[in-house]
Nanobody, 122 residues
Framework: QVQVVESGGGLVQPGGSLRLSCVAS????????MGWYRQAPGKQRDLVAE???????NYADSVKGRFTIARDNAKNTVYLQMNSLKPEDTAVYYC????????????????WGQGTQVTVSS
């Protein structure tokens, strides 16, 4: 009922930039939260940045000052602007959406996208 789709990943050289997009669609009553997570090979999936409906944000220490999360609530879309990319940023980036479906009795639940690959390499 709720679909989450990420886009914008790719290959970039160290110091470069990328902007990721995530769109939540389907039978959504409301979206409360959107966040970006990443998972590198052999590692845990970690929070990168998150934002709630009123614009409060939180960032992992490793990306503060380099990444910016923003959202368009009207379009149920969240963006991650990634600047000054480092090889350590290489990972699959996942979008998480906490949303209430339109189904009767629906409660806020997390939904995940399939991820988009970001590779930072020379």
């Amino acid at each position: 009922q709720v679909q989450v789709v990420e886009s914008g990943g790719g290959l970039v050289q160290p110091g470069g930039s990328l902007r990721l997009s995530c769109v939540a669609s389907g039978s959504i009553l409301s979206v409360y939260y959107m966040g970006w997570y990443r998972q590198a090979p052999g590692k845990q999936r970690d929070l990168v940045a998150e934002i709630n409906n009123v614009g409060s944000t939180n960032y992992a220490d490793s990306v503060k000052g380099r990444f910016t999360i923003a959202r368009d609530n009207a379009k149920n879309t969240v963006y991650l602007q990634m600047n000054s990319l480092k090889p350590e940023d290489t990972a699959v980036y996942y979008c998480q959406v906490v949303a209430t479906p339109t189904q009767s009795g629906g409660r806020p639940s997390p939904y995940w996208g399939q991820g988009t690959q970001v590779t930072v390499s020379s």
